[in-house]
């Protein structure tokens, strides 16, 4: 098993989303990049812990591979706005890769590179270690949301 992390605007929709790829084992979304532990929704969204939106990706790389998850990242969202798109803007929307290990980085930047040059546009999207970076697990609300509204 490995892990993908993303920062991907509101988090509702992408988690949404990844459940459906196959060899997604797990999702969560919380906040990460934040300068405080424990972050809530409402510190994230107030713009003043440097912390954005995320889902964690747990996936079978025997089914999937990083490659493949990082592209399903790109498709799920607008390639050239930063810090999200409306209503939801702000830097704790922002679109950033946070990688696990130098291989992730490496492959993230190869994709993030090949849209570059298909799209001949910038892809905005911050790419960086995770090494250092605090996480902090979104309220019970907040996970799996499009599913529990749906029932």
Sequence with gaps: MQTAKFCIYCFWKPQ???????????????????NKENITYEECCAGKTNACEAI???FDEKIISYKEIVTHFFNFHTLDQLNGIDPN???????????????????????RDEINKKLKKEVVTKIT??????????????QQYYLKKMK
Excluded at 18 to 24: Q, Y
Excluded at 132 to 139: I, Q, T
């Design 89 to 111: 803007v702000g830097s704790n929307y922002r679109s950033h890769i946070y990688t696990v290990g130098n291989d992730q980085k490496k492959i993230a930047e190869e994709v």
């Design 129 to 142: 270690s995770d090494v250092g970076v605090r996480y902090s697990s979104a309220e019970n609300f907040h």
């Design 56 to 58: 964690i990706v747990e």
């Design 16 to 34: 949404k989303q990844f459940e459906s790829v196959k060899g997604v084992l797990r999702t969560e979304v919380g906040y990460i990049g934040g």
